[in-house]
C-alpha cells in the first residue's frame, strides 16, 4: 500500500517492542548492562518529538530528534544522533509510506562507513553461504522451514531486498562510498549471516542480525541487537498499519 504512515504511532509502537526488551539489550550489554535503557531512552525521544511536531515531515522529525540527542551524555544516543543528523538528507521530502520505511531504517541507523573493519575473511575466501545466502534471504528466497514463530515475518523479502537497497545507497559496491553500504559492509553482513545461520536462526532473523551488524550503530554486539530489534518492530508495525 502506498498511503502515508502516521510517524508518531509508528515509533510508539516501535518504542514499546524496546520497552518489552529492554531488559534482555541490558543483558546483551557486557559492559555497562544498561544499553537496554539508553535504546529505550533515544526511542521514547523520538516518539516525543514526533507527537509534538505532527505538521513536519519524517526527515525534520529525526533532525530535530537529533539535536535533542546530542545533548545526551550515553554513546547510543550520541551514535543515534549522528546517523540521523546524516541519514535525514536522504529521507527528506520523501513520504512515509511501506516503500519508504527502508529509507527510514537507513536514516536511523546508518551504514557502517568509516567504521573500523570487523575482524573477517578475505573477499574471495568468504564462503558461499555468506554473502550470497544473505542476498538469498533477503529476496524472499530459501526461507527456512524451522522459522520460529516467536520472530514473526518482519515484512518478509520485499521489505528487507528494500532494506538492502537502501542501506546500499541504491546498489553502490564501493567500500569508500559515502552513502550506504560498500563491499567491506556487505562482505561483513554476509559474515555475520552465515554465524547467525549456522547458530541456528531462520533465514529472516539471520539477515536481521547480519543487516544490523553492518549499521553505523551496529559496530558492537550490544548495539548490533538493539538494531536488529528496531529494524524488526519498524517493519512489523509498518506491515499493521498499511494493512488496516
Do not use: C, W
Not at 518529538?49 to 545526551?72: C, D, F, G, T, Y
Not at 511501506?98 to 575466501?125: D, K, R
Not at 551488524?213 to 536488529?228: D, I, W
Request: overall charge negative; charged content about 15%; glycine content about 14%.
Amino acid at each position: 500500500m502506498s498511503n502515508q504512515l502516521d510517524i508518531s504511532q509508528l515509533f510508539e509502537l516501535v518504542t514499546q517492542t524496546l520497552g518489552q526488551k529492554r531488559e534482555e539489550l541490558n543483558a546483551a550489554d557486557k559492559y555497562n548492562h544498561d544499553h537496554g535503557d539508553h535504546v529505550l531512552e533515544v526511542f521514547e525521544l523520538i516518539t516525543q518529538v514526533a507527537k509534538e511536531n505532527p505538521h513536519l515531515e519524517a526527515a525534520e522529525i529525526l533532525e530535530r530528534a537529533s539535536e535533542l540527542l546530542r545533548q545526551k551524555q550515553t554513546g547510543t544516543a550520541q551514535a543515534y544522533a549522528q546517523t540521523m543528523a546524516e541519514g535525514a538528507k536522504n529521507l527528506r521530502g520523501k513520504p512515509l509510506t511501506q516503500q519508504t520505511i527502508p529509507l527510514l531504517m537507513q536514516a536511523l541507523l546508518g551504514s557502517a562507513q568509516g567504521a573500523a573493519p570487523a575482524q573477517q575473511a578475505p573477499a574471495q575466501s568468504q564462503p558461499a553461504g555468506g554473502l550470497g545466502g544473505l542476498l538469498g534471504a533477503l529476496m524472499g528466497g530459501g526461507q527456512s522451514s524451522a522459522q520460529p514463530a516467536s520472530s514473526g515475518n518482519p515484512g518478509g523479502g520485499d521489505l528487507l531486498g528494500g532494506l538492502l537497497g537502501a542501506l546500499a545507497g541504491g546498489g553502490s559496491s564501493q567500500g569508500n562510498s559515502s552513502n550506504g553500504i560498500g563491499l567491506d559492509d556487505l562482505m561483513r553482513a554476509g559474515s555475520a549471516f552465515l554465524q547467525a545461520s549456522q547458530g541456528g536462526k531462520s533465514s529472516t532473523e539471520a539477515a536481521l542480525s547480519a543487516l544490523a551488524a553492518a549499521t553505523g550503530v551496529g559496530q558492537t554486539p550490544h548495539r548490533a541487537e538493539s538494531a536488529k530489534v528496531v529494524m524488526q518492530a519498524l517493519m512489523q508495525a509498518a506491515q499493521m498499519m498499511g494493512n488496516k
